[in-house]
């Protein structure tokens, strides 16, 4: 198993460019999530999923759009790139067995808008 | 907001020594996780908590469910040179299937 994996590794854009952020998970976990990370801030939710075709916003998510098309697949958009989204991004998924709640991230994508 | 505050923010100790931090919160919650952040990587699941008063071991870490389910302890003992990163804990928010993550204790071990 891969786990969860990211695409781009890095990416500079600049102001008012548009990008997508592509999560895949091969576990078969039903929950995913998009996190913000910045330094001295820990982590921060930006739209997670509880399944296939379902979304739904976290704690910072203005300026982001999400899709869940398929299971595996997460991804998360950047419509017009501002420098306030210049961070690191992190994907995650949490499997569907009843009562366990860990999440597992893949190795994230660095953001720079210019 | 619900927080969670972590302690120390960072910390220097020298290698085999034994280290603890810990994360409060104002809040109660049923669930309780750390997490531990090479450099340059995601974090990494170390410890999952999920009953009040629960202390859990793994290898050299042991972490404990507060018994007022605000706060969790993180201990590591006989530090080596790669316990070096960022430790966070997290907890879900009860009802939900959201989670928050406190802001980190930087470890860093001098051989």
């Known amino acids: 198993n891969a786990g969860v994996t990211q695409t781009p590794k890095f990416r500079v854009l600049k102001t008012g460019q548009s990008m997508t952020l592509l999560c895949a998970q091969d576990?078969?976990?039903?929950?995913m999530y998009w996190y913000r990370q910045d330094p001295g801030m820990g982590l921060r939710l930006i739209h997670y999923?509880?399944?296939?075709?379902?979304?739904a916003k976290g704690e910072v998510p203005d300026g982001y759009n999400v899709s869940r098309l398929k299971k595996q697949n997460f991804l998360l958009g950047l419509e017009s790139a501002a420098p306030s989204q210049t961070s690191v991004y992190f994907c995650?998924?949490?499997?569907?067995?009843?009562?366990?709640?860990?999440?597992?991230f893949g190795p994230g994508t660095r953001l720079t808008v210019t | 907001g619900q927080q969670l505050n972590q302690s120390p923010q960072s910390m220097f100790i020298q290698e085999g020594e034994d280290v603890s931090m810990n994360c409060t919160s104002s809040?109660?919650?049923?669930?309780w996780l750390w997490y531990k952040q090479d450099p340059g990587e995601g974090p990494v699941l170390l410890i999952a908590?999920?009953?009040?008063?629960e202390l859990t071991s793994n290898g050299r870490l042991t972490a404990q469910f507060g018994t007022t389910r605000k706060d969790s302890f993180l201990n590591i003992s006989a530090s080596i040179p790669s316990d070096v990163g960022i430790y966070f804990c997290?907890?879900?928010?009860?009802?939900?299937?959201?989670?928050?993550f406190g802001t980190g204790t930087r470890l860093k071990v001098l051989a």
């Open positions: 995650a998924s949490t499997p569907p067995r009843q009562g366990l709640y860990e999440q597992y």
């Open positions: 576990m078969n976990h039903e929950y």
């Open positions: 999923s509880v399944g296939e075709g379902t979304t």
């Open positions: 809040s109660i919650f049923n669930t």
């Open positions: 908590l999920y009953k009040a008063g």
């Open positions: 997290a907890v879900r928010l009860s009802g939900t299937y959201k989670y928050i």
